[in-house]
């Protein structure tokens, strides 16, 4: 069985990787691959992911009682910038943070995402599987191993738009980190496009859909 602790360190490490390639330091004002985005920027919403998990991680337990925990589906059935417009507040909101965090510049958010992996070890042997973190800008919790993975699919997918932005060749993640991402994306997929798009997508070329994204 995958423990989604050491798995998450992984993929800290692997965040801390492609922040560290000069590709992203030279392309750093440059559009990204993603619409409205800035390479900084994206680099910066990519580098968020560690700290924000160590910040509510290590948080005090909140409203008695916390609202939720909530199955896993349901929290991006809820969450608003699923299925929200590229120019809706929800999704600006999140550019416009990415790019004040960017204006800190490449150093500072290496150095922030640094501090926070060594915190990740210890902080992640104290809390139990069945804790609730508390996701305060959503106002509901998910349980320890159902948030590490809603913070290793921001780094999958958002380390491959870094990539994709830059040129960079990354290294493969390892199945630990890859596999519950892939999980969710399909239980996603399956949930916004139906179990029969996503079968044919995956074997018949000839009737797939034009897509099957799960956002």
Known sequence: MVDLRDAFETAADHVLWLLGQAEVAAAWDRPSALAEWSVGGLAAHLANQVPTAVRLL???PGPDPIPGPIPL????ARAAWVTASLDDE?????????DEQAAAGLPALLAGVGEA???LPGLLADVPADRPVLIPWQGWSLVRDDFLTTRMMEVVVHGEDLAASTGISAPPLPTDVLDPVLRLLTRLAVRRHGQAAVVAALTRSERAPRTISAF
């Open 90 to 98: 929800v999704n600006s909101g999140i550019r416009a943070t990415g």
């Open 73 to 76: 589906e349901e929290h991006y």
């Open 58 to 60: 290590s948080a005090p």
């Open 117 to 119: 992996r060594a915190a």
